[in-house]
Every structure is written in structure tokens, then in C-alpha cells.
């Protein structure tokens, strides 16, 4: 039979506090057992001093334990003579008759209640054997003394069966205290581990069902979360992944719609241009098959824009890394773009230190891609007569590239969904119609793959500062 968690939990936590419960009381009834017999014991020993005065007395006058040597007969008689007597009180003087008019010494001796005489030894100076009772428990021992001197030791066996009725019932009422007082314990242990138990499987239940709201695709499922343990942490957790995986679905479903919208509008023109071929609307001359033949590279870039970028979202472009010197790449690029920059009356200008030596362990293609996406994307929204600076710089541990231009700029709102992808901004800077928003994204995810960073900021030319950094290859 499979046990819910809450039994298992509510089990565990009961048991255990079972246990310790169990644990203590049976240590402080030992204890208290062990403290107690040592205290009737300690009790007992000074009880012996009246007798221990008599014995010293009787030494004296016989001037040995000759009179008691193993004669056991002699030495009870001399305790029964110890019984009939009590303890003097103060100044030898008695106590007054009780209400009866009895005086303490009509009563009847007490009973021996302790059994001191099956319990007691006498010894000699030397510890030698004189008369008493034969064990092997170690004794509580007393020293004889005449004139300062010993003259012998009196042992007593310790008592371990409490005989004394007051003693045993004291035993009896502690003991029945602390079984009450471990009762009601264990049923406050109880309720508390049925409330704790029950706290800890309503913050899972809320957990689990939340977790099935997730997989059944409800990504906009929250779940309280209280307290700051380990379960409440997990219910932060599950809250932060719900609300990715909702931003996700979003984009999804966004990236869906702007692809099939980027689609429909080049095959709408192929359509409809050789709609109109068959029709016989229009002739198939060769400025016709020219502009169909646009719209095909048109869409064929579009395709192939999503392949890469594609490819990089999934990670499985491919990356040849290698040492190489970032400098040889701009000027490569600087090279090719001079006549497509002039051909817009646009300036590319010159880089001030050409020389500079920018060691990075990259892909040479891939880079080359990088800043051609970049020279095309100033090239393609500067406005005519306006200019691109390329600048190149290192620090101890960076190397820095950073393309500007001039005007238009981007609104500082824009500025951080520049690397979304299909994102255009739609003012000045996005006035043709041939980009797709792609170009950037790719960027954004080919620095990435390099452990670099794509920033956007406005330029102090009045147009975009797009500023790539990469890791330097330390010598």
C-alpha cells in the first residue's frame, strides 16, 4: 500500500518526536532514580553517627573489638540495644509529652525499616574483618575514632531496594508526573506534526497543481508564495519559469505572425505579377522579369536570414575558432563597403589607427558576417551626405569595435529592441522596405557564441552607435 506524503511526513515527524520524548523521560527517571537512591544512601550514612558514637564509646572502655570478634549473636544484640534508643536531643534534655501525655520514651522503638543490620560491618584499624554482615558491593564507609586515632571502620552496603513506604510512594508520584507530563507531550507533539506536516502538502499541492497548469500549456499560472525556506524559494522558482515560459509564448507566437507577415508581402507581388503575365495584363518584358527576379532574391534573402538565424538560436551554426587579429577583418570590411557607401552619398571614413593589434580566439567568417550585417545596416539607414566612422581600441582584458554614423537616430525607447528580431523601427530609420529586422538578431547571437556583448546607444553624430565587445586573447 503507497503511504501519501502527508502520512509519510506526518509519521516521520511523530515518530521522531516520539522517540525523543521516550528518550528523555526514561533519562530523567534514571536519573532521578540514581540522584535519589544516592541521596537515601547519603541519608543513611548520617543516620549512623549516634551509632558510631556508641561504638567509639564501647572501644573505649574495652579497649579493643575483642568483645565483638565474630560474634555475631553479640554484635546484633548490640544493635537491637542501639534501636531501643533514640537520639538525644540537645542538651540532654528530652522533649516535652505530646497531647496524650505520652513522653517519646513510652512509645515502642521504631522498626529497623533500612535493615541496617543485614547491612553493616565492622573492621578493625587495618581494615581487617571484625564482625557483620559478608558482600561485595562496594560500602559506604566510616571512620572510628578515639582520641583522634582510628581505631576502625564501620561499612554499610548501599540499599537497592527502596524499603522505605515514604521513599517508594515519592518514586510512585514522580514517576506517575512524568508520565503524565510525557502524555500530554506526545499529544501536543501530535497536533504539531499534523499542522507542520499539513503546511509543508498545501505549499506542494499548490506546487504540483501548478505544475500541471504548466504542462497543460497555462503559462499564466502563478502560485503563492510564502515564506522564505527552501519551499518558498521554489515557489519564486516556479513563479520566474511560468512567467519565461509565458514571454516565450508570446514571442512565439509574435515571431510566427511577423515571419508569415514578412512572407506574404514579397510572394503577394510575385502573385500578383504573374497573375498579371498570364492574364495578358502585362507584357513579359525584360524589366518585368527583372523585378519578379528581385522579389525572389528579396525572399531568398529573407529565407536565408531565418536559416541563420535559426541555426543560431538552436546553437548548431557552426564556429571554426582560431587566433586571429580583429583589425585585418574591418579593414577587409572597410575595403569592400567604400563604393557601395559612395554609391549613396554616403562617407565611410577612414580608420585612425589601422595598426592596432586586436588578438581575439574567434571565427574569422563569422565575424566577417558580424560587421558586414553591421556596415550594411549604416549603410542601408544613413541619410545621404551623412558618414560611418569604424573605431577600434583595446583594454587590459577587452577589445572594443563600435560603428557610428550620422543621422537619422533611434529613439532612446528603441534602442534595447534593436536585437529582437523583425524588429524595425518605423520612422526615419527603417524608410525602405527591403529589411527584414534580421540582420541585428543574427549579430546579437554571433557576438554571444564568442562570450562577447552588442550594445546600442544614440550616436554623438546624431545617428545609431552600435558597440561590439569581445574578450582579448591574453599573450
Given at each position: 500500500?503507497?503511504?501519501?506524503?502527508?502520512?509519510?511526513?506526518?509519521?516521520?515527524?511523530?515518530?521522531?518526536?516520539?522517540?525523543?520524548?521516550?528518550?528523555?523521560?526514561?533519562?530523567?527517571?534514571?536519573?532521578?532514580?540514581?540522584?535519589?537512591?544516592?541521596?537515601?544512601?547519603?541519608?543513611?550514612?548520617?543516620?549512623?553517627?549516634?551509632?558510631?558514637?556508641?561504638?567509639?564509646?564501647?572501644?573505649?572502655?574495652?579497649?579493643?573489638?575483642?568483645?565483638?570478634?565474630?560474634?555475631?549473636?553479640?554484635?546484633?544484640?548490640?544493635?537491637?540495644?542501639?534501636?531501643?534508643?533514640?537520639?538525644?536531643?540537645?542538651?540532654?534534655?528530652?522533649?516535652?509529652?505530646?497531647?496524650?501525655?505520652?513522653?517519646?520514651?513510652?512509645?515502642?522503638?521504631?522498626?529497623?525499616?533500612?535493615?541496617?543490620?543485614?547491612?553493616?560491618?565492622?573492621?578493625?584499624?587495618?581494615?581487617?574483618?571484625?564482625?557483620?554482615?559478608?558482600?561485595?558491593?562496594?560500602?559506604?564507609?566510616?571512620?572510628?575514632?578515639?582520641?583522634?586515632?582510628?581505631?576502625?571502620?564501620?561499612?554499610?552496603?548501599?540499599n537497592e531496594v527502596m524499603t522505605d513506604e515514604l521513599a517508594t510512594t515519592f518514586i510512585q508520584q514522580q514517576k506517575k508526573a512524568k508520565y503524565l507530563i510525557g502524555s500530554l507531550a506526545l499529544i501536543l507533539s501530535i497536533f504539531a506534526a499534523w499542522l507542520l506536516a499539513r503546511q509543508l502538502l498545501l505549499t506542494i499541492r499548490r506546487i504540483v497543481s501548478g505544475v500541471k497548469a504548466l504542462a497543460a500549456g497555462e503559462y499564466q499560472t502563478r502560485i503563492k508564495a510564502n515564506g522564505h525556506d527552501e519551499l518558498g524559494q521554489l515557489s519564486q522558482y516556479f513563479n520566474s519559469l511560468a512567467q519565461t515560459l509565458q514571454k516565450n509564448e508570446v514571442a512565439r507566437r509574435q515571431w510566427i505572425a511577423d515571419i508569415s507577415h514578412e512572407l506574404r508581402t514579397p510572394l503577394s507581388v510575385l502573385r500578383g505579377e504573374l497573375e498579371a503575365l498570364q492574364d495578358g495584363v502585362r507584357e513579359p518584358t525584360p524589366e518585368r522579369i527583372q523585378s519578379l527576379h528581385s522579389e525572389v532574391l528579396a525572399l531568398t534573402t529573407l529565407v536565408e536570414d531565418l536559416y541563420e538565424l535559426s541555426l543560431s538560436d538552436a546553437g548548431a551554426m557552426n564556429y571554426h575558432k582560431e587566433n586571429i587579429n580583429v583589425t585585418d577583418i574591418v579593414l577587409e570590411i572597410q575595403q569592400q563597403f567604400v563604393s557601395r557607401f559612395a554609391s549613396r552619398g554616403i562617407t565611410l571614413r577612414e580608420i585612425s589607427n589601422p595598426h592596432i593589434q586586436l588578438p581575439v580566439f574567434a571565427d574569422a567568417r563569422r565575424l566577417y558576417q558580424l560587421f558586414s550585417n553591421l556596415a550594411e545596416n549604416s549603410c542601408r539607414y544613413t541619410n545621404e551626405g551623412g558618414f560611418c566612422e569604424i573605431t577600434l581600441y583595446r583594454t587590459k582584458q577587452t577589445v572594443i569595435v563600435t560603428f557610428q554614423d550620422s543621422a537619422p537616430s533611434v529613439p532612446q525607447t528603441a534602442l534595447p529592441k534593436l536585437f529582437d528580431r523583425l524588429y524595425r523601427v518605423e520612422k526615419s530609420r527603417s524608410r525602405e522596405s527591403d529589411g527584414a529586422g534580421l540582420g541585428l538578431a543574427i549579430c546579437k547571437n554571433i557576438v554571444e557564441a564568442h562570450g562577447g556583448t552588442i550594445l546600442a546607444y544614440q550616436s554623438q553624430y546624431g545617428g545609431l552607435s552600435i558597440q561590439v565587445e569581445f574578450p582579448l586573447l591574453l599573450e
Open positions: 500500500m503507497k503511504l501519501p506524503i502527508f502520512a509519510k511526513l506526518f509519521l516521520t515527524l511523530l515518530l521522531s518526536i516520539g522517540v525523543m520524548i521516550a528518550v528523555m523521560i526514561g533519562s530523567a527517571d534514571w536519573l532521578f532514580r540514581q540522584g535519589f537512591t544516592e541521596y537515601l544512601q547519603q541519608v543513611e550514612a548520617n543516620r549512623l553517627g549516634f551509632l558510631i558514637s556508641n561504638l567509639e564509646t564501647t572501644y573505649q572502655k574495652q579497649g579493643s573489638w575483642d568483645f565483638l570478634q565474630n560474634d555475631q549473636r553479640q554484635w546484633h544484640e548490640f544493635l537491637s540495644s542501639q534501636r531501643d534508643k533514640d537520639i538525644p536531643p540537645p542538651d540532654n534534655r528530652l522533649p516535652p509529652p505530646d497531647d496524650n501525655g505520652f513522653s517519646p520514651e513510652d512509645y515502642p522503638p521504631p522498626p529497623d525499616a533500612l535493615f541496617l543490620g543485614n547491612r553493616l560491618r565492622l573492621l578493625d584499624a587495618n581494615h581487617n574483618y571484625v564482625v557483620g554482615a559478608h558482600f561485595e558491593e562496594k560500602p559506604i564507609i566510616r571512620a572510628l575514632k578515639v582520641n583522634k586515632q582510628i581505631i576502625g571502620w564501620l561499612e554499610i552496603r548501599p
